[in-house]
Nanobody, 127 residues
């Protein structure tokens, strides 16, 4: 059972990237999923999360209006569309999944809720 993040790379400020998180080993269609990031020298922070059904999302304030999290349960894949990227978005982005039957709430912003972490993909935004 694992999560594989991909799609990171180098982009200029104002550009866009789309991250993907492919889940394997079992279906994740009933698990809430999300994205965290960690910039050099900083603590890991919550970015976005999507409910198992795909009809509810949370975002950190700094990415609202620029990032969109979504999922395709038929493909066992989650996405993060990142537009209007800024140098401060530079970080390693990790996809995460919660255990089954966890109540969907603002608590998704805490790292301790998530029990499965992918290996991360590096996003670098140049100014």
């Amino acid at each position: 059972v694992q999560l594989q993040a991909s799609g990171g790379g180098l982009v200029q400020a104002g550009g866009s990237l789309r991250l993907s998180c492919a889940a394997s080993g079992r279906t994740f269609e009933k698990n809430h999923m999300g994205w965290f990031r960690q910039a050099p020298g900083k603590e890991r922070e919550f970015v976005a999360a999507v409910k198992w059904s795909g009809d509810s999302t949370y975002y950190v304030d700094s990415v609202k209006g620029r990032f969109t999290v979504s999922r395709d349960n038929a493909k066992n894949t989650m996405y993060l569309q990142m537009n209007s990227l800024k140098p401060e978005d530079t970080a390693i982005y990790y996809c995460v999944a919660e255990p089954l039957n966890v109540i969907w709430s603002i608590g998704v912003i805490t790292t301790t809720r998530w029990n499965l972490w992918g290996q991360g993909t590096l996003v670098t935004v140049s100014s």
